[in-house]
């Protein structure tokens, strides 16, 4: 099992320390410390998907219900909930309620 973040996986350059953060800043994927641990990963580093305002595709996202359709055809959800198996793959931060993106 690998337990690679997102931007391990992504290579997007937005983690702490990355080469990308200059014009946003760390993604807040990277520096959600509530959600450590979650799916064995560093932050919310295996639960991108549930975090409003990161910036894959280079540019900010919107919440999960905005997202969520991307982001579960995603490799790093894919990835995740691969290894994580049914029985531990987390889908939503504690205290989250999954919404459909009002049209
Ligand atoms: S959510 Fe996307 S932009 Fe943010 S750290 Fe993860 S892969 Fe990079």
New binding site residues.
Partial sequence: MSNQN??E??K?G??EGGDKTADLGV?P??SEASCNGINSGTNA?RI?WA?AG???GEKVQGDFAQKSVSCMSCE?FKQVKMEEGAESFVLLKPGQVYQAASK
Avoid: L, P, Q
Wanted: glycine share 6%; hydrophobic share 40%.
């Fill in positions: 997102c931007w996986i992504k997007c937005r983690e993604c994927a990277a580093g991108c975090i990161t910036f894959c790093v």
